[in-house]
């Protein structure tokens, strides 16, 4: 028996955290986890320091981190509490472990992210914004480490899985033509657009076939999700705009394909759960068992195939002009829909004008190089502040329309 993989988990306390933890949970002698990180869900991180006894656990909360001590001292646990932001970076950059799953969500996840590609770990990589943003400096870092980058997000490991197994960053050298991306298309893939305006919140996060956190659960009903996807993979697999093309697959059961020179189209199936990209990553390259039923095709009896429809859903054409602008042009798009997904989850922006905030970011955003973290912050900062600002000029309009619309 190879020894113990030791790991590290940013975001332990969500749906990619905890679907990780469910898979370690089944190999007891093969990874022992040696940090686990949380915003500030304090009861959620205190159960999982007691079952799975990390060298430390981080709160990013202060108030949270006091009492997660306080609570772990009375239960005889010998867990560290370590609390803040630099803490998150200490530890994915930890000695002790090999292994670092990015699962923190957004662009707070970056620095720690970072850090994690720096110190050289195997990075298993869930958290897109941090790619996204900071593409070209993060694949850098790559390079210079010798970290390996494993994808978790389904498409991009479904991609991973199917391209040639010494594939070097070169597609034309592969034989490849396109990368294909499937995405379900949401709660909302047949709803007329004229309906989009009153979607609630429970409504967005509903999604037919996954369960996730309420982010990216927006972010697949508008469909900015796979924007995201398309500027991830084309940092991955060294693929240009265009040979990456997103089709429509309500089942989710491929989870992306790869087509190649010769007419060949091999693609990666599987039930719709996170824990088997999760199990593939996190041993890989040997396969273990990842507590997923398996693929019931027949049961299952048809899958459907069509083409996205980007004028209902122009967050995906939005993402392609951001990358084909490079520099900073993925931050900003990045931030004004962080923003933007926020405001509709507490009500203070309707759910069709989350395109708009972000086309508008764009357009009045100058975008520039993205040679260092510093750069995709400062980007970051910037189109946070439009957005914002955005936000205050359109209440007005909000009300005087909500009112139309009552009277
Ligand atoms: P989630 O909201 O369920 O969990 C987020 C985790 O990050 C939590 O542990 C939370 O405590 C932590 N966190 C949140 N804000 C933080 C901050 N400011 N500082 C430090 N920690 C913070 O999110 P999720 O659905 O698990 O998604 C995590 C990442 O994985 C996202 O980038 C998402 O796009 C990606 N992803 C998720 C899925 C999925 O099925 N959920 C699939 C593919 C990719
Ligand atoms: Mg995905």
Same mark, same amino acid.
């Given at each position: ?117 720096r ?21 850098g870092a790559v390079r210079s480490s010798g ?81 995201? +996807? ?10 240009? +705009? ?116 972000? +086309? ?48």
């Open positions: 028996m190879d020894t113990a993989r030791n790991i590290v988990i940013l975001g332990s306390t969500g749906s990619v955290g905890a679907s990780t933890l469910d898979v370690i949970a089944l190999h007891p002698l093969r990874f022992k986890v040696v940090a686990l990180t949380a915003f500030g869900q304090v009861d959620a991180l205190f159960d999982q320091c007691i079952k799975f006894t990390p060298l430390y656990a981080v709160m990013v909360a202060e108030s949270g981190a006091e009492q997660l001590s306080v609570r772990l001292k009375a239960a005889g646990s010998s867990t560290e509490v370590l609390c803040g932001e630099q803490a998150l970076e200490r530890v994915a950059a930890l000695e002790q472990a090999d292994t670092v799953m990015a699962a923190i969500v957004g662009i707070a996840g970056l620095r720690a992210t970072y850090a994690a590609v110190a050289g770990k195997r990075v298993l990589l869930a958290n897109k914004e941090a790619l996204v943003t900071a593409g070209p400096v993060f694949m970290a390996l980058l494993l994808p978790i997000d389904s498409e991009h490991n479904a991609v991973f899985q199917v391209l040639p197994a010494n594939f070097n960053g070169d597609l034309g050298r592969s034989g490849v033509r396109r990368i294909l991306l499937t995405a379900s298309g949401g709660p909302f893939r047949d709803m007329p657009s004229e309906k989009f305006a009153t979607i609630t919140p429970d409504q967005a996060c509903a999604h037919p076939n996954w369960v996730m956190g309420r982010k990216i659960s927006v972010d697949s009903a508008t469909m900015m999700n796979k924007g995201l +996807e398309i500027i991830e993979a084309s940092w991955l697999f060294n693929a240009d +705009e265009k040979s990456i093309e997103v089709v429509i697959h309500p089942e989710s059961v491929i989870h992306s394909l790869v087509e190649y020179l010769d007419g060949s189209v091999l693609a990666q199936l599987g039930n719709p759960d996170m824990r088997t990209p999760i199990a593939y990553a996190l041993d890989y390259p040997r396969r273990i068992d990842s507590g997923v039923s398996f693929l019931d095709l027949a049961a299952i009896g048809g899958l459907h195939f069509s083409l996205p429809d980007c004028a209902r859903f122009p967050c995906l054409k939005l993402a392609r002009e951001a990358l084909r602008a490079g520099g900073s042009a993925p931050a900003v798009l990045n931030a004004a829909n962080e923003i933007a997904v926020a405001a509709f989850l507490t009500s203070n922006l309707p759910f069709d004008r989350i395109p708009d905030l972000i +086309e508008d970011a764009l357009e009045s955003a100058a975008f520039g190089p993205v040679e260092s973290i510093n750069d995709v912050f400062r980007a970051d900062r910037t189109a946070r502040d439009f957005a914002t600002q955005w936000l205050t000029d359109q209440k007005l309009g909000f009300r005087n329309r909500s009112m139309q619309v009552h009277a």
